[in-house]
């Protein structure tokens, strides 16, 4: 009988042991984290992040928003909020990046900004076997997926679904409640010296459409095109809506030209550029206080008439 038990053991243990081999390597495998980045590639880490360089302002306020605040070791210039990001260490500005000194601090994940960053500059870190996870939010649903990345990447997810859950709820509710509102023609004036404002492809004029409002210039090629006073006239917004920082002198040239709506309506409406011009979470207080003054403005345009 012990022999027969002993035959046994030795048939289970040859196929056992073998398994139990393999179990690192399963482990590993079921450990990786890989989240696809908005050029379409894949990062993966074989654990979470502990030391994160951020290469943009709206890049750090990702972070906090995911929970990896604290594994943040490094971040560029502008980087205010919140405000334990501004105690962080800087690595230079969003288009020019100081690599020594980013290297040097030995990030195992770098957060980029496509449309920010020199796209040298981020080859250069991948070839020096950095992983570096691109972003370039252009809607608002992307702010959610963001978030839900870096969550993953930086071992939140649980806390970044849920952040990114209510960004979805509050753009959604907004949507509602403004839905069927009269379209209010609008300019979205991103700089005076030059003029910029911005098409139909960016967050801003997405935030215009869910308010109810209609950007006059959606329809020009680039992302941030430059317009002329004589464009602003033709076009004939109800609303001019620009910056905080810029209001003083911005809204002064135009009330140059009191046959334009927004002048005769006295719709000219100033929102911190922080929460309107930033993609991070920030935006739905944004969002939120856009619809509240282009409501505003519709109702003083029908007093008014």
């Not at 403004?178 to 609008?186: D, F, K, L, N, Q």
């Not at 801003?204 to 602003?232: H, K, W, Y």
């Not at 040239?253 to 929102?271: G, K």
């Amino acid at each position: 009988m012990m022999h027969t038990d002993s035959f046994f053991l030795t048939r289970l243990l040859k196929r056992v042991v073998p398994l139990l081999m393999l179990l690192p390597s399963f482990a590993m495998a079921a450990q990786t984290l890989c989240a696809t980045d908005s050029e379409g590639g894949k990062v993966c880490l074989a654990q979470p992040a502990t030391r994160i360089v951020a290469l943009s302002p709206s890049a750090v306020e990702q972070l906090y928003a995911a929970g990896a605040g604290s594994q943040l070791i490094a971040t560029v210039d502008f980087s205010d909020y919140p405000d334990a990001a501004r105690r962080l260490p800087s690595v230079g500005n969003s288009s020019r990046i100081d690599l020594e000194q980013l290297v040097a601090r030995a990030p195992d994940l770098v957060v980029a900004w496509t449309s920010g960053n020199s796209p040298a500059q981020l080859r250069r870190l991948e070839q020096l076997g950095i992983k570096v996870l691109r972003l370039d939010p252009q809607h608002l649903d992307d702010i959610a997926d963001d978030i839900e990345k870096l969550g993953l990447l930086s071992g939140h997810e649980i806390a970044a679904r849920q952040q990114a859950q209510r960004f979805r709820e509050g753009v959604a509710e907004l949507r509602q409640r403004y839905a069927g509102r009269p379209p209010i023609s609008t300019f979205y004036q991103v700089w005076d010296r030059p003029l910029i404002t911005v098409n139909r492809r960016s967050i801003i004029s997405e935030m215009i459409t869910l308010c109810g409002g209609r950007n006059v210039f959606a329809q020009l090629a680039p992302l941030a095109p430059r317009v002329s006073d004589e464009a602003v006239l033709t076009a004939n917004p109800d609303t001019i809506v620009g910056s905080t920082s810029a209001e003083q002198h911005a809204f002064a040239h135009w009330q140059r030209y009191p046959q334009l709506n927004a002048v005769r309506f006295d719709n000219l409406i100033s929102l911190p550029a922080d929460i309107t011009q930033r993609a991070t979470p920030r935006l739905l207080d944004g969002a939120a206080q856009l619809c509240q003054q282009l409501d505003g403005a519709r109702q003083h345009m029908a007093g008014t008439r």
